[in-house]
């Protein structure tokens, strides 16, 4: 791989935290034949919650030394950094989490908490930029016609670092050509949830059947790379390059249905994080009923200060609305047996992250629940 004067500098560094992370920059580029780096305009890191890297991946993080060189934001931590003891997290629990938190800070990392990064700032059309979290990147590859690959948690870091990432695969145009048309019907979650391992390694052409929003979007590429390995879609007459390539021959058609069959002691929304306008929805579905389950709502921290008045309406109908964290990567959630969900990506990981089992509904149904019982 071709490096310039400068990156062959930082290869040789007397700063190790620098030099280890050019060193992962080219053997990602090197296993990848990527011809050379490409600068990003900005990075996002998986890999925060303490649940998730235990004391090795703390270990790591707290030997490093230096400053990103690009804005970059951090996914979720395993607990809300305010309402933990709410959410059952013990001290011990707590105690380590802020020791993660500190060490990103220190590098100069914003502590968004958050997988939608583009809520907070969104990437412009054609940006390369270096993003881990599975459904942050589709969403950026597809809704946002930004360009990255699926990074690793320490490869992003290390892009943000350095503020450079290899140029190969999504970054490149010609990669992102759809492969194949997939018509769907029914629920979008459902559909990337049952369609990932048959769309693996594939970037599908969309047809709906119906008019689609945003947040359905959302949730369709999120459960498309939990459940495959999705990095990028296209949705007829919606995302950004549909028109760009020419549509593929292939034809398949997913219906997305769920049936399960466990009672919910819990209801989560927000796998991704809720926007403003989801939580608007939720409250407009409520129609002023108090919740007689247990419904907890994810989102960021920016999001909820934003929205402040709408959390507040959701909180005195019974809802729980908590930041920084997430039901799969925090171990709040694990208490319960039966988790309900409208996400796809939840649906996938829950079982696995928390043994709690796991039952589906849309929005809607998700609501009907928990005001019902
Ligand atoms: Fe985000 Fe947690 Fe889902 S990090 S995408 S809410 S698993």
């Not at 145009?173 to 759809?178: D, F, G, I, Q, T």
């Not at 729980?320 to 796809?344: H, L, W, Y």
Request: aromatic residues 8%; contains cysteine.
């Amino acid at each position: 791989m071709y490096l310039t004067k400068e990156e062959e500098k930082m290869l040789d560094s007397d700063n190790e935290t620098l030099r280890k992370c050019m060193e992962i920059l080219v053997a990602v580029g090197e296993t990848n034949d990527a011809e050379r780096l490409v600068e990003i305009t900005s990075a996002h890191i998986s890999g925060v919650s303490y649940d998730n890297i235990g004391e090795a991946g703390l270990e790591w993080l707290e030997s490093l030394e230096g400053k990103v060189k690009v804005p970059a934001t951090v996914n979720p931590a395993g607990m809300d950094l305010k309402k933990w003891m709410e959410m059952g997290i013990s001290e011990d629990f707590y105690e380590k989490q802020m020791r993660v938190l500190r060490v990103f800070e220190k590098l100069g990392v914003e502590l968004a908490l958050t997988c939608t990064p583009y809520y907070l700032s969104r990437p412009k059309y054609g940006e390369h930029i270096a993003w881990a979290e599975s459904s942050a990147i589709v969403y950026a590859n597809s809704i946002i016609g930004a360009r990255t690959n699926r990074e690793c948690g320490p490869c992003a870091l290390a892009a943000a670092i350095v503020g450079k990432t290899p140029y190969y695969g999504l970054h490149v145009k010609e990669n992102r050509a759809p492969t194949i048309t997939v018509k769907i019907k029914g629920d979008l979650a459902a559909a990337g949830y049952i369609g990932g391992e048959e769309l693996k390694n594939e970037i599908p052409y969309f047809v709906f059947d119906r008019e689609v929003p945003e947040y359905e979007l959302k949730l369709l590429g999120a459960a498309l790379a939990a459940s495959g390995n999705t990095a990028m879609f296209h949705a007829e007459g919606i995302t950004p390059e549909w028109k760009d390539f020419e549509k593929p021959s292939e034809k398949i058609e997913i219906v997305g249905e769920l049936r399960t069959e466990c009672e919910p002691d819990l209801i989560t929304i927000g796998c991704p994080h809720t926007s403003k306008e989801e939580l608007e929805l939720i409250l407009k579905l409520l129609k002023g009923r108090k919740v007689r389950k247990e419904f907890w709502i994810f989102t960021s921290r920016k999001i909820s200060g934003e929205s402040s008045d709408l959390v507040e309406k959701l909180e005195s109908l019974g809802v729980k609305v908590f930041n920084d964290t997430c039901m799969v990567v925090s171990p709040a959630t694990q208490r319960f047996e039966c988790i309900m969900v409208n996400s796809g990506k939840a649906f996938n990981y829950l079982p696995l992250m928390r043994k709690v089992e796991v039952t589906f509904g849309d929005l809607k149904t998700c609501v009907e629940k928990a005001v019902k019982g």
